[in-house]
């Protein structure tokens, strides 16, 4: 069974930072890509970055770059995403996902695996 685990929410006060690790178990995501979205009460899931497994390629959403940093450690199967600068329009469910199959990478709906969420809340 392929499992996805978040952790690492929290509460942070604006301008501070959080770190989200994702760690799946159950097959190897290695070469797959692998990304961040995220969900706030009352509206879309939305993008916010993700890494190909492949090339280290990193993409990230306009509302997020140059303030949040992905990375991946394949011999942990396990995603990060490094927070900072936090703002609290970042407050939301993070998600982590997994895609295995051709999709657009933006697009949630081309994700085929994904984590419980984990919440994150920023104070201002």
């Known amino acids: 069974q392929v499992q996805l685990v978040e952790s690492g929410g929290g509460l942070v006060q604006a301008g501070g930072s959080l770190r989200l690790s994702c760690t799946a178990s159950?097959?190897?995501?290695?070469?797959?890509?692998m990304a961040w979205f995220r969900q706030a009460p009352g509206k879309e899931r939305e993008f916010a970055a993700l890494?190909?497994?492949?090339?280290?390629?990193?993409s990230y959403a306009d509302s997020v770059k140059g303030r949040f940093i992905i990375s991946r450690d394949n011999a942990r199967n396990t995603v990060y995403l490094r927070m900072n600068s936090l703002k609290p329009e970042d407050a939301a469910v993070y998600y982590c996902?997994?895609?295995?199959?051709?999709?657009?990478?933006?697009?949630?709906?081309?994700?085929?695996?994904w984590g419980q969420g984990t919440q994150v809340t920023v104070s201002s």
């Open positions: 890494i190909i497994g492949n090339t280290g390629t990193t």
């Open positions: 996902a997994a895609k295995v199959y051709s999709g657009n990478y933006y697009y949630a709906t081309a994700y085929n695996y």
């Open positions: 159950g097959r190897t995501f290695s070469s797959d890509a």
